[in-house]
């Protein structure tokens, strides 16, 4: 048996690696302490080994591991991290200090797409800017009737294709094509082993999850409102389906968008949406829809649809990233980009150059036929 | 327990039945056993995730059952399936021997049950090492059943009640990441993530592999091998590639890599580069260059 204080070190490592993003409970902490007994604690590599394969769940966990061993462990630092917190709760920030700095460095403006298309476009050509804004927008035209009919007349149509995707696994079904020869034969023994009913089975049909991440910084506010009528018209047809805004921070807006009453889905919206057309940090976004949402939300038949620009003041090289890991756990994702239809658009902006390579389609969607055309796409393609 | 000589144990044993492991793998494998949970393995392709299960098999002198998983797997594939041609059959026999020839026990019994590897997995005398192989090739329906079958080791037929298992098999998952794993399963597993190896390490396994091959031409094969990898490939050539190499340069009849020409290697390089647009980045001023460096 292990001294009580070394236990209640162990503990606060488990603890610390919870922290930072490992998926580990209750279980591993005990098994830790077993590894801990069986290989002694006095020789700190087995163990680390030992441990990196208990608390590790994936490849950028088992890279990030050591140093969170040696900051745990290790004398200088563990002064510094440990005592302060009992527990030792608390994530440790990632070595990014060269990248955190130029996130700090300020604003850095990125034209090179020309103008939204629209007259009054001088808004949508401004690219992002890192600073929250602290306006909050108008819903009052959300739910107009004029505005909302043809949309939903087009969701309705991606809504019924949505329910008719199969899958490879097969269920009972009277009109199948597939002989189902177990379900007949376990049928058969009632009339003593003749099969005198066939059975037959169908391939399954499922309903994908749909997840989407709507931009609604400055640099896209002649499309929010847009975005915002087709995800309020998606989650009135569809059951699963998670909508998320986002500009400087992320906020879940899905409970509020389904409210049934209009009026109080306004007043929600209206609450929720604090920083509206304020500035972008959409790599920042992306991450933290990884670390709060995706383990809950992103399953392998999530189709996930991000409306963007790509302006992003982040640090350089997030989006990318964040994006391969997400494009990793779900099934499809989609971005939307209203200057994609702009003539002789071609995706420079940094934000978007780093997307490209981890999205599956890439499209339009600046009016409800392009839009269309989008979700038609995504449709082929899950 | 001395651990630090059992882990030293292990990777002789593991070196002797050809498979060379690094420390944090053997501290892994024996934990496998002492704690009871099955072992994740992730990598890229060719780093030799599929042989840690083989080599265990080797070391522990038993059973390799092995389930292959792809779209639409499914619990008749995996766990069990009634042989229905047979059971037919014994029907018609008892129908043609007179009444009452044949009880429900019979038809529903050992004999007429066909054990996928799941199933053959539980009910053997000595405990196996059962290898899931590319676990992200199947759905995630699966991979929840296949969490549950992991944390009780039992399996209920309805004709035939609940199998309990005789034996807990050391089980090890094999992904390769063409999906991303549900972090249950990731959480019930160890993890450990198989890199490129290193020089030294690459070396160990070619000797091991293929003792024949004259020591010069091993260490440029290796470091050939090691060079390629650094280029911004498709494909990535992992050890079975360079084993594969290895085979054909040996074939030639080479005993040293400067000994042929460009065009020759670059014709045996079809072992190593897998992609049309790999081939074409490499060229021969490239397999110079990369022959006179490995000296």
């Not at chain 1, 690219?127 to 819903?139: I, N, V």
């Not at chain 1, 992320?250 to 604090?274: C, F, V, Y």
């Amino acid at each position: 048996m292990l001294e009580h204080s070394i236990t209640a070190k162990i503990a606060g490592f488990v603890a610390t690696i919870r922290e930072n993003g490992f998926a580990v409970g209750i279980d591993e902490s005990a098994d830790a302490l077993r590894i801990a007994e069986t290989i002694g604690i006095t020789t700190h590599t087995a163990l680390r080994e030992a441990w990196r394969g208990l608390l590790c769940a994936r490849a950028d966990e088992w890279h990030r591991f050591d140093d969170l061993f040696d900051s745990y462990w290790r004398k200088p630092n563990r002064q510094k991290r440990v005592e302060s917190r009992a527990s030792g709760g608390g994530a440790i920030e990632q070595d990014n200090a060269a990248g955190a700095e130029g996130g700090k460095a300020g604003p850095t403006l990125q034209h090179g797409a020309g103008d939204a298309g629209d007259a009054g476009a001088s808004t949508a050509s401004e690219g992002a800017c890192a600073a929250a804004a602290l306006e909050t927008a108008d819903f009052r035209t959300l739910t107009a009737p004029d505005q909302t009919r043809a949309i939903d007349a087009v969701i309705r149509n991606f809504a019924r294709r949505l329910a008719r995707l199969k899958t490879r696994r097969d269920h009972a079904d009277k009109s199948g094509r597939r002989l189902d020869l177990r379900r007949t034969l376990r049928r058969s023994i009632g009339a003593g082993g003749t099969p005198s009913r066939l059975h037959f089975t169908a391939p399954r049909r499922i309903r994908p999850r749909l997840i989407l991440l709507l931009d609604v910084s400055r640099s896209m506010s002649l499309y929010s409102f847009f975005y915002l009528r087709v995800a309020r018209a998606l989650a009135a047809e569809l059951s699963d389906i998670h909508v998320f805004l986002y500009h400087t921070h992320l906020t879940h807006i899905s409970g509020a968008l389904s409210d049934p009453d209009p009026w109080r889905a306004q007043e929600r919206l209206a609450m929720l949406s604090a920083g509206w057309a304020g500035g972008t940090r959409i790599g920042d976004c992306l991450a933290a829809f990884n670390r709060q949402q995706a383990a809950r939300l992103v399953h392998s038949r999530t189709a996930i649809i991000i409306a963007s620009d790509g302006y992003d003041t982040g640090e350089a090289g997030l989006l990318g990233r964040e994006l391969r890991a997400l494009a990793a756990r779900a099934r499809r994702i989609v971005w939307i980009n209203p200057l994609k239809a702009v003539p002789g658009y071609a995706p420079t902006a940094r934000g978007m150059a780093e997307a490209l390579p981890h999205l599956d389609v890439f499209a339009s969607g600046h009016d409800l036929a392009s839009l269309d055309a989008a979700l038609t796409a995504l449709m082929a393609a899950l | 327990m001395d651990s630090a000589a059992a882990i030293a144990t292990l990777q002789q044993n593991l070196r002797a039945a050809g498979y060379v492991a690094e420390r944090s793998l053997a501290v892994t494998m024996l934990m496998m056993e002492s704690i009871g949970r099955p072992l994740l393995v992730e990598g890229d392709p060719g780093v030799g995730k599929t042989e840690i299960a083989k080599a265990l098999a080797r070391v522990k002198n038993t059973r390799l059952i092995r389930l292959q998983c792809y779209e639409g797997l499914d619990t008749y594939n995996a766990l069990y399936e009634w042989n229905y041609q047979r059971q037919l059959l014994a029907i018609k026999r008892a129908e043609s021997a007179g009444p009452a020839a044949l009880g429900d026990d019979e038809l529903f019994c050992e004999t007429y049950l066909l054990k996928r590897p799941l199933l053959e997995a539980l009910t053997q005398p000595v405990a196996p090492v059962l290898l899931i192989d590319e676990i992200d090739r199947a759905d995630a329906a699966f991979e929840a059943f296949l969490l549950e079958l992991l944390s009780d080791y039992q399996i209920s037929i309805p004709e035939l009640g609940t199998i309990t298992a005789t034996t807990i098999p050391l089980v090890i998952l094999t992904s390769n990441g063409t999906r991303d794993l549900s972090d249950a399963l990731r959480r019930r597993c160890l993890y450990h993530f198989l890199d490129y190896p290193s020089f030294e390490k690459e070396l160990a396994i070619l000797r091991a592999r293929l003792p024949q091959t004259p020591a010069r031409l091993a260490g440029q094969i290796i470091e050939f091998a090691q060079s390629l990898r650094r280029y911004d490939l498709k494909k990535k050539p992992g050890i079975a590639e360079t084993l594969d190499w290895t085979a054909a340069l040996l074939g030639l009849g080479l005993s040293a890599l400067d000994e042929a020409g460009p065009e020759q290697i670059r014709d045996s390089l079809a072992t190593l580069l897998k992609t049309r647009d790999d081939i074409l980045a490499i060229d021969n001023a490239t397999i110079a260059r990369l022959v006179a460096a490995a000296g």
